[in-house]
């Protein structure tokens, strides 16, 4: 009576899901965040079955995807130069932070690494709904601020396409990340010709009128790209990325995020329930106190970067703080990349409870902390006396 | 003319922002989804001071105002001008009237009041510069073109009761 249980639980989790999510968007709180709670409390009911595992797998699989469908190749092209130089900046100051708190915790190279691209990547995914919610699309920090985030989504891609790569290999050694890189570079490289040269072709090829078989082509797209990544040994979310970016130039774009959309936001919600549930529940209390310890230094990190980075475009002080406070929640990559990692059986990470308790910190109090970036400007940056209201704080009150 | 700058802002829409001669700031996002936001930025201000939400929908028509699409004032003064010392009425032929059931050419409007018939409107239809065989129904209604006096000789030779309200006014 396996198969009856696991859809049993399933069907708990689904409803769990809903319920606090639910709450969640009457609070106007991160669903990243909520959804890992729930795991954490349902791992007490039932266990991980093999359904949610392999369901969690297509979550990584189709959030990568539609995240290169979505991915603006233009905006890219066309500010290549200022989202080069702003997010190198916002990595110069991160990356190494990272990589320096888990050498203090004493991970080895690759958890060190892995850690380091954790607390790096910012969640594009809830800094955008907050900047929408709190009505920011026009202030002028706004546009350096998604130049970042589209810089670290980037790098973070092929971070995680490199980190998977070298785990499957098992240790760092010279030729071993010449080996993964040289692998990573020629699976970029293999897609980024098809898409030139075989652009026309591929726009016939998914012009499918029967809804049925187009979703099943689109869908075999998707899982082969992944399955041919995993078969060289990379991550298979770098290779739904991939097919992702290769789709997102057809004349069908609209249409297969349509279809896939469904699909995706079942799965990546199964995907962060399991993680929650993987997150050892004792343990992950007597982490709270790093936890918050890694919270405060790299927000720190992340305002200090995003603040000179408006400095240069001469920003006032307020914007300059609003997009340093912006880029403090952590969310979905971060749990991808503890994620994909944990699902590699041979090798425990400790990384990955520290995460969950990171990223929840980050998502919820970060998410705060974005709002009430104003509060911050006018009590600890300036004198008093100056009565400006403005806007953001009306409706972040509402 | 003011310089619109247009930016991309990935994941969310685009963004056009419009420096006005006050030195104001006007900021159009257009959302992916279709929603329009409307930013007003005060002189060197960098947060804005007011934001309107409109459906697509809303949007369309609020432009088709702020276009002159619905209403065009400049226009309506040169209108004016030309129009200076000629006026055209809308006129509404009753089943009693002098008008009614007779060919153009034989009520003899022109000679008889200077007044010309420009068009006629028959239900749905609308005829332009009818020919002078073409009889004027009742129901109809008749544009017609002349100065002001010859319009008044008009009404009263043809004794006009239904004058219709100048959609212009």
Redo the contacts between chains.
């Keep these: 009576m396996i198969v009856n249980e696991s859809v049993l639980s399933l069907g708990i989790s689904l409803i769990a899901l809903f319920f606090a999510g639910f709450l969640a968007t009457k609070v106007n709180q991160s669903l990243t965040a909520v959804f890992i709670v729930v795991g954490m409390i349902l791992q007490n009911f039932f266990p991980v079955t093999i359904i949610t595992e392999f369901i969690a797998t297509l979550g990584i699989i189709f959030m990568l995807f539609m995240f290169g469908l ?1 991915f ?1 190749v ?2 890219l092209v ?2 290549q130069r200022k989202i080069f130089f702003n997010g190198v900046y916002d990595l110069l100051f991160n990356f190494p932070l990272g990589m320096f708190l888990g050498w203090i915790l004493g991970y080895d190279l690759i958890q060190t690494l892995l850690f380091a691209g954790i607390i790096y990547v910012t969640s ?1 995914v809830i800094v ?1 709904k907050s ?2 919610d709190l ?1 920011r ?7 350096y601020i ?1 130049n970042i ?2 810089f670290e989504d980037m790098f973070i891609a092929a971070f995680l396409a490199c980190i998977v790569g070298v785990v499957n290999y098992g240790h760092i050694d010279t030729k071993g990340m010449l080996l993964v890189m040289l692998k990573t570079a020629a699976f970029f490289l293999f897609f980024i010709i098809l898409s030139r040269t075989a652009k026309k072709i591929i726009d016939k090829v998914v012009d499918i009128e029967h809804t049925e078989l187009f979703i099943i082509l689109i869908l075999s797209i998707i899982v082969l790209s992944a399955g041919a990544a995993s078969q060289i040994g990379l991550s298979e979310a770098i290779g739904a990325f991939l097919a992702g970016l290769l789709l997102s130039e057809t004349r069908q774009r609209h249409r297969i995020s349509e279809a896939i959309k469904p699909f995706q936001q079942f799965s990546t919600a199964i995907f962060f329930v399991t993680f929650g549930m993987s997150i050892d529940y004792k343990h992950a209390g007597s982490l709270i106190p790093i936890g918050i310890f890694i919270f405060v230094v790299s927000s720190f990190s992340k305002v200090f970067g995003g603040y000179f980075v408006g400095k240069k475009y001469a ?2 002080k ?2 300059c703080l609003r997009l340093g406070f912006s880029l403090i929640p952590r969310g979905e990559f971060s749990i991808i990349l503890a994620g994909t990692i944990a699902m590699n059986t041979n090798v425990p990470y400790p990384v990955k409870s520290l995460t969950g308790v990171y990223v929840l910190l980050s998502a919820i109090l970060g998410s705060i902390l974005m709002k009430e970036s104003d509060w911050f400007v006018k009590n600890f940056f300036e004198s008093k006396g100056k009565e ?1 209201q ?3 704080r009306h409706s972040a009150k509402d | 003319m003011s310089e619109i700058k247009e ?7 685009k ?1 056009f ?1 419009l420096e006005l001669d006050s030195g104001d700031k006007l ?1 159009v ?1 257009i ?1 992916s989804s279709g929603e329009r ?1 409307v ?1 007003k ?1 005060i002189k060197d ?7 309107t939400t409109l459906a697509d929908e809303e949007a369309r028509q609020i432009g088709a105002i702020l276009s002159g699409t619905y209403f065009q004032p400049v226009i309506e003064e040169a209108q004016k001008l030309t129009m200076k010392n000629a006026t055209m009425e809308w006129i509404k032929i009753a089943p009693d009237s002098a008008l009614a059931n007779k060919r153009i050419e034989e009520l003899d409007i022109r000679k008889k009041t200077g007044v010309s018939i420009t068009t006629i409107i028959r239900g749905e239809s609308v005829i332009p510069n009818p020919h002078s065989g073409e009889i004027i129904k009742p129901q109809d209604t008749i544009i017609i073109i002349g100065g002001n006096d010859q319009i008044k000789n008009f009404i009263s030779t043809f004794e006009i009761k239904h004058r219709l309200e100048n959609d212009r006014q």
């Design positions: 979505e603006s233009g905006s066309n500010n594009s955008a900047i929408i009505k699309s026009a202030n002028p920090e706004t546009e998604l985030l589209i920003l006032s307020r914007a400006f403005p806007l953001g | 930016s991309e802002l990935p994941g969310i829409g963004k922002t900021v996002v959302h936001e930013f930025f201000n960098d947060e804005p001071a007011s934001v």
